[in-house]
């Protein structure tokens, strides 16, 4: 959608500037994130974390699954 509306109105520049405004941030805050686990990658506190959004993050995973399938007409009988 940003590309779209930066070439509308900025031409091939604007659709650049459009996406780099949207991408970047989220991916400065990955890079920033990455450098924090490695250095605390070891600590026991960080470990505990981890191991607790392993189960969440497949919860919510099988929930878009299933969310999607029941959207797209399958009817998954839930």
Known sequence: MATFIGIRTGGVLGAVIATLGIVLPSFIIILITAKCFEKFKDSKAVKGVMSGLKPAVVGMIGTAF??????????LGL
């Not at 299933?66 to 009817?75: E, F, H, P, T």
Request: glycine content about 40%; proline content about 0%.
């Open 66 to 75: 299933l969310s999607v399938g029941v959207g797209a007409g399958y009817g």
